[in-house]
């Protein structure tokens, strides 16, 4: 495999986070699509780097746990 290639996959694999393989695979099945197709949408290339909602803490603001120590004073 072309360095260039390998290096590609690579990054693709990490801004995803999944394994080298899936992005390997999803190539191969045709379901990616090269920023150089007219059929690519913005979406298209930002897609991996939107946040998942599901990763994210529903809501910090009302959480105690994440409130401790807020306000204080770091040297004490």
């Excluded at 992005?23 to 991996?48: C, H, I, N, P």
């Excluded at 990763?55 to 603001?61: H, I, V």
Aim: no cysteine; net charge negative.
């Amino acid at each position: 495999m072309p360095d260039e290639l390998y290096a590609d996959i690579s990054k693709a694999a990490e801004i995803r986070r999944v394994p080298k393989s899936e992005v390997v695979r999803e190539r191969l099945q045709g379901k990616f699509k090269t920023a150089g197709s007219a059929t690519v949408s913005l979406w298209d290339r930002m897609e991996d780097l939107v946040i998942s909602s599901n990763s994210l803490a529903k809501d910090l603001s009302i959480n105690k746990n994440h409130l401790t120590g807020y306000g204080e004073n770091s040297s004490d």
